[in-house]
């Protein structure tokens, strides 16, 4: 059995998991300050990440087993019934698979996902398209439309000592909801009830609140995820400002007795939890963040690596699909809505550590330190001197570690802030302009002051968590992912090679269901439609041309790094 983890744990800080969260237990000043990223540049601080992982292990370990019998014995849906081409959708339900990878669709037989995939359309080639390519930014960029450049919100903690933020604790999803209300940035929920005033919005996960509180945003009306109560049960909660209606968080079979749960029990928690909020609230858009494709499935087993691991989940998944098919179809709503399928960021197996001596020689020998930092498959640095951001960058690039492609410094071009490649001789034109393409999306006033781009398979992450997998900077394995579009509306058996990104799927889904994407940076994919609306025409045609030679480079790395 896998145990459950949380990306905090990555930063190389201690942590001690109790009933309502992660706390962090530091032992120094500097740690005190920065509680969430100080393992490598506080001192001495002895790293204690494993000691995590096994804690949350036995948190998961066993038992309690009845939401696994409930799918086990759940009725299959029928055959599917084909969507009516001329209609409007007036229902949404969007699952993302959290860290997903499209080959995970064809290690075993789906009869359900296959079923939703020969009534829709698939895009092959779409990518994140943002950095970091991690929870948080993933879900905002899915409800916003936009990247992060526009609704503000950059990883999991970014900024410098005097503008911090973080989101490693569920009293900090209030945090989340401002920024996104300070950015001014649209919502799928936003838009939607603006239309449609009286429409629910459902959003939720397992223990992810950071990734169901970007994905319902401010406007949600219900946002929940999972955690462990001081009796040791494992309870959904919800976000403050956004608690459904009685009945729901207690309604039988959402509470397990035990914080120990067997592989698959999460994701089909969430499923109950939906299809619960769905009976009793009867929601026109539903939100569901599936969160075991990237803890244990990714992470600690390699996604991809463990062929084993990613059948048993795709298994459990389209049994969850099932369920959900059929309670709309009870509802008599399922011939009206609009399915999609999709991950926030993909899922990379790690063949390199790059040693934190990387960064951290770079830095002293630049006379400053790291403000903050975010150690994935790439590293995202924040200095307390940012005058020495090209020093550092330079310094990066001359340890010449097999894993680093480039490292990048933020400077001006112009009078507008562009990052500068330190080793730009050394790049292809074909890596610089995806590499820009995708360091572009950070730029919101918060950027790193140095992106440490690392080669396919190159982790930054620390060696000691024994993770086999990682994501978060611009290779394709960290940004490739599963996109699947079906319902009213929307073309049946097409496969579309041409590149699309996460922050297309909320205009896509608006446009469809009738509602004008106002202010949204992504595009409506009118390559899906069946009948494409015509003032989003060019707009695609600009997108598909400026995505394409980023996607062709991302892909030509990857498979000269001999990737999976």
């Known amino acids: 059995m896998r145990g459950r983890g949380h990306h905090a744990a990555n930063r190389r800080t201690r942590y001690s998991y109790i009933n309502n969260g992660w706390t962090s237990t530091v032992p120094n000043a500097r740690a005190r300050r920065h509680p969430h990223r100080n393992g490598r540049f506080g001192g001495a601080l002895i790293s204690v990440v494993v000691g995590v992982y096994l804690a949350f292990a036995t948190l998961v370990a066993a038992e309690a087993a009845h939401v696994l019998h409930q799918r086990s014995t759940h009725p299959l849906s029928q055959a599917y019934v084909p969507f009516a081409s001329d209609t409007t959708p007036k229902y949404l339900v969007l699952m993302v698979l959290d860290g997903a990878r499209p080959d995970y669709f064809g290690v075993t037989a789906l009869p359900h996902v296959d079923a939703l995939v020969e009534q829709g359309t698939r895009f092959s080639n779409a990518f994140s398209g943002i950095l970091e390519a991690e929870t948080p930014t993933g879900h905002a960029t899915i409800a916003t439309g936009s990247r992060p450049t526009n609704d503000g919100i950059l990883g999991f903690d970014w900024g410098n000592d005097n503008d911090r933020y973080s989101l490693f604790n569920p009293d900090q999803m209030g945090t989340v909801e401002q920024i996104i209300q300070d950015s001014h940035a649209p919502t799928i929920a936003g838009l ?313 799927i909320a205009p896509t889904v608006l446009e469809d269901m009738g509602v004008q994407p106002t202010g949204m940076q992504g595009n409506v994919l009118t390559d899906a439609f069946v009948n494409p609306p015509a003032r989003d025409t060019q707009g695609r045609a600009g997108e598909i041309s400026t995505l394409t030679p980023v996607v062709d480079s991302l892909i030509q790395q990857s498979e000269a790094a001999g990737a999976p």
């Open 192 to 504: 939607y009830k603006k239309k449609f005033p009286d429409a629910r919005v459902v959003a939720l996960s397992g223990h992810k609140y950071y990734a169901a509180a970007p994905l319902g945003g401010p406007d949600a009306d219900a946002i929940m995820y999972y955690q462990g109560d001081p009796q040791g049960h494992y309870v959904p909660v919800a976000v403050p400002g956004h608690t459904p209606p009685p009945g729901v968080l207690d309604a039988p079979g959402v509470t397990l007795p035990t914080t120990h749960l067997k592989n698959g029990q999460e994701d089909g928690l969430a499923t109950t939890l939906a299809l619960t909020a769905v009976k009793q609230m009867h929601p026109r858009i539903l939100l569901i963040n599936y969160p075991e494709f990237d803890w244990p499935l990714g992470h600690v087993d390699g996604g991809i690596l463990d062929r084993s691991g990613v059948a048993t989940d795709m298994k459990n998944f389209d049994s969850d699909l099932a369920r959900i098919e059929n309670t709309y179809r009870a509802e008599g709503i399922l011939d009206q809505t609009l399915f999609v399928i999709t991950a926030d960021h993909g899922m990379m197996p790690i063949t390199h550590f790059v040693s934190a001596s990387v960064l951290d020689n770079s830095l002293s020998a630049a006379g400053t330190t790291a403000v903050d930092a975010a150690a994935n498959s790439a590293e995202y640095v924040w200095l307390a001197d940012a005058a020495k951001a090209e020093t550092v960058a330079q310094n990066i690039v001359n340890a010449n570690d097999d894993g680093v492609q480039s490292a990048y410094y933020l400077s001006s071009v112009g009078g507008h802030p562009r990052y500068v490649a330190a080793n730009r001789s050394q790049l292809s034109d074909s890596e610089e302009t995806a590499n820009q393409y995708l360091l572009g999306s950070l730029m919101n006033g918060h950027q790193p002051d140095v992106v440490v781009v690392g080669k396919e398979g190159a982790s930054f992450s620390d060696p000691k968590t024994n993770w086999k997998a990682d994501h978060g900077g611009p290779t394709w394995e960290s940004e490739h992912l599963p996109l699947i579009i079906a319902g009213p509306g929307i073309r049946a058996g097409q496969v579309i090679t041409a590149p699309a990104q996460l922050d297309d």
